[in-house]
């Protein structure tokens, strides 16, 4: 199936600082990216959808100015965290849907990144 | 909006079948989909329905009742290494959102 990568795994800042995760689709082109959070013993909540070259939509109760969506190409979109604190800890997860390899109904998860605030 | 549930915690013997039940409101509905998720890890995908009716693949199984916004996941021969959560996932005309997730804890 098709791959979806996120970069990085892992990652510990100091309150206060911005984190960028990155999520890249390797061997299709995605149409439109999906950043999901998930609270430990929590499902996956949708924070925003973005399309190539469009503004992202965010969802209900995330703060666009906090978080930050750029879907520059269509195998590239990026989320920064800005002025992380340690309510932002979270394992954060892309999710890829497009045309090209793979069925167009199915949607291509990253591994996820485990952000950890201090 | 949707609104999508699930039970929260199952368990069930090594080599049985189980079922894990899913009711969801929508708007606009376009498919809904299973996914496995181990602890720490994303989810991956198991199946998906958008018509009615019962998809097979291997040992597991999924149904879709539209008209009763209703589907469950069959997993037969149970193995130990299917203890994880089961997402069930419903895509309107934007995007998908998730159920809480089925804790299914497999026991020898």
């Known amino acids: 199936g098709a791959v979806v990568s996120q970069h990085p795994s892992w990652v510990i800042c100091k309150s206060g600082t911005s984190v960028k995760i990155e999520c890249r689709s390797l061997?299709?082109?995605?149409?439109?990216m999906f950043w999901y959070r998930q609270f430990p013993k929590q499902s996956l909540m949708l924070m925003a959808t973005?399309?190539?070259?469009?503004?992202?939509?965010?969802e209900q109760g995330v703060e666009k100015d906090k978080f930050l969506i750029n879907h520059a190409s269509l195998t590239l979109s990026t989320l920064t965290v800005t002025s992380a604190h340690p309510e932002d800890s979270s394992f954060y997860i892309c999710?890829?849907?497009?045309?090209?390899?793979?069925?167009?109904?199915?949607?291509?998860f990253g591994p996820g990144t485990r952000l950890t605030v201090t | 909006g949707q609104n999508i549930d699930q039970p929260t915690e199952m368990t069930a013997t090594e080599g049985a079948i189980v079922q894990i039940n899913c009711t969801y409101q929508?708007?606009?509905?376009?498919?809904l989909f299973w996914y496995q998720q181990h602890a720490g890890e994303a989810p991956t995908f198991l199946s998906y329905?958008?018509?009615?009716g019962l998809e097979e693949k291997g040992r597991f199984s999924s149904f879709l009742s539209r008209s009763k916004g209703y589907s469950y996941l069959l997993l037969k021969e149970l193995q130990m290494k299917d203890s994880a959560s089961y997402l069930c996932?419903?895509?309107?005309?934007?995007?998908?959102?998730f159920g809480a997730g089925t804790r299914l804890t497999v026991k020898p």
């Open positions: 999710s890829a849907r497009g045309g090209g390899q793979g069925s167009s109904y199915e949607q291509y």
């Open positions: 929508t708007s606009g509905f376009n498919g």
């Open positions: 061997d299709f082109q995605a149409t439109t």
């Open positions: 996932a419903v895509r309107d005309r934007r995007d998908m959102r």
């Open positions: 329905n958008v018509l009615d």
């Open positions: 973005s399309n190539e070259g469009s503004k992202a939509t965010y």
